[in-house]
């Protein structure tokens, strides 16, 4: 059973920065594919960003393209999400998800169907 949590959301002004971690434990997280997913309220979830197990390939959405970074720390358990330069249609809950499957070393997936485990969420709030 893998288990995630996340941390580090909270209510800032656009323009301003914010750094989420997602703390995983159970399993073999060097091996699982880790993403970011977001929701906000009225609106479908949708991916934010995804790195292989690897670190090797990263992926993004294109609204958040230059202005997020996702890293892993595969001797932590952590996966983290920078975001810089944000705005206030970046405000939602983001989730941390898991892809447990055995995948390649340089492949992440943006479909949330090939993610079996999540966190529970963190707001973000960005202001105007």
């Known amino acids: 059973q893998v288990q995630l949590v996340e941390s580090g959301g909270g209510l800032v002004q656009a323009g301003d920065s914010l750094r989420l971690s997602c703390a995983a434990s159970g399993g073999t997280f060097s091996r699982y594919v880790m993403g970011w997913f977001r929701q906000a309220p009225g609106k479908e979830r949708e991916f934010v960003a995804a790195?292989?197990?690897?670190?090797?390939?990263?992926y993004y959405a294109e609204s958040v393209k230059g202005r997020f970074t996702i890293s892993r720390d595969n001797t932590k358990n952590m996966v983290y999400l920078q975001m810089n330069s944000l705005k206030p249609e970046d405000t939602a809950v983001y989730y941390c998800?898991?892809?447990?499957?055995?995948?390649?070393?340089?492949?992440?997936?943006?479909?949330?169907?090939?993610?079996?485990?999540w966190g529970q969420g963190t707001q973000v709030t960005v202001s105007s």
């Open positions: 998800a898991a892809d447990t499957n055995i995948r390649p070393r340089n492949l992440a997936y943006v479909a949330d169907s090939a993610y079996d485990y």
């Open positions: 790195i292989s197990w690897s670190g090797i390939s990263t």
